[in-house]
T-cell receptor, first 113, second 116 residues
Framework: DQQVKQNSPSLSVQEGRISILNCDYT??????FLWYKKYPAEGPTFLIS?????DKNEDGRFTVFLNKSAKHLSLHIVPSQPGDSAVYFCAANSQGGSEKLVFGKGTKLTVNP | EAGVAQSPRYKIIEKRQSVAFWCNPI?????LYWYQQILGQGPKLLIQFQNNGVVDDSQLPKDRFSAERLKGVDSTLKIQPAKLEDSAVYLCASTHLNRASSYEQYFGPGTRLTVT
C-alpha cells in the first residue's frame, strides 16, 4: 500500500522553463510534506517543506503547492537550470505520530541546456 | 559542520554471508534513522533511534537485520544472513532533537550493497 505516490518516473524540460513535479498521498493523517533532491551516489538533501496549515511555500526558485482536498502537492522550479537535474522525492509525515517519513518513488528530472 | 558519515560506501557479498554498515550522525543530533532504498523505490525506514533507544523498528526484518546505537552516537546496522533481495542502498539520516525541525532529516551518502 503506497501512501505517497509520484506517478511520473521521469520529466524532461528545457533550461529556463518551469518544472512541475507532482505528488499524491492517500493518508489523511499526513500533515507535513517535504521534497528531497538526490544526485547519483549521494544521499537525499532537503529542499523545501510545507505544513498542512498552508497551501503554498516559496523559497527562491522553488515553490511547493498543497491541495489538501485533493491530497495533492506539487513542486514548481522556475526557472529550471541544468544543475537541477536529479531525482526528486516527495515525503510525508504525521505530526501527531512518529517522526517517520514516508517517501514516494521519486521523479527523475532532466533539465536540458 | 560535518555531515552524516557512512562506511563502507560499497559492499559486495555472497548470499548467506553477513555484512555490517556504520553511521556517524551529525554532532548533537539525538535522532538517527536507517533506511533501505531499493533501486527505483523511495527510501523505506528500517529503524529509528532516539539517543540509544529504539523508537520504531516495525519495518526491520528482525530475523536477519539488527541495529544498535550503544552510546547514543554512532550506529551499526547488520544483516546476517544476507539474501539477494537485500541488494539496495542503505541510508543513514539524523535530525535535531527539537521537534520543530525534526522532519528535515540529514542523510549520509549511503552504502550500496550488492548480494550475489
Amino acid at each position: 500500500d503506497q501512501q505517497v505516490k509520484q506517478n511520473s518516473p521521469s520529466l524532461s524540460v528545457q533550461e529556463g522553463r518551469i518544472s512541475i513535479l507532482n505528488c499524491d498521498y492517500t493518508n489523511s493523517m499526513f500533515d507535513y510534506f517535504l521534497w528531497y533532491k538526490k544526485y547519483p551516489a549521494e544521499g537525499p538533501t532537503f529542499l523545501i517543506s510545507i505544513s498542512s496549515i498552508k497551501d503554498k511555500n516559496e523559497d527562491g526558485r522553488f515553490t511547493v503547492f498543497l491541495n489538501k482536498s485533493a491530497k495533492h502537492l506539487s513542486l514548481h522550479i522556475v526557472p529550471s537550470q541544468p544543475g537541477d537535474s536529479a531525482v526528486y522525492f516527495c515525503a510525508a509525515n504525521s505530526q501527531g505520530g512518529s517522526e517517520k517519513l514516508v517517501f514516494g518513488k521519486g521523479t527523475k528530472l532532466t533539465v536540458n541546456p | 559542520e560535518a555531515g552524516v558519515a557512512q562506511s563502507p560506501r560499497y559492499k559486495i557479498i555472497e548470499k548467506r554471508q553477513s555484512v555490517a554498515f556504520w553511521c556517524n550522525p551529525i554532532s548533537g543530533h539525538a535522532t538517527l534513522y536507517w533506511y533501505q532504498q531499493i533501486l527505483g523505490q523511495g527510501p523505506k525506514l528500517l529503524i529509528q533511534f532516539q539517543n540509544n533507544g529504539v523508537v520504531d523498528d516495525s519495518q526491520l526484518p528482525k530475523d536477519r537485520f539488527s541495529a544498535e546505537r550503544l552510546k547514543g552516537v554512532d550506529s551499526t546496522l547488520k544483516i546476517q544472513p544476507a539474501k539477494l533481495e537485500d541488494s539496495a542502498v542503505y541510508l543513514c539520516a539524523s535530525t535535531h532533537l527539537n521537534r520543530a525541525s525534526s522532519y528535515e532529516q540529514y542523510f549520509g551518502p549511503g552504502t550500496r550493497l550488492t548480494v550475489t
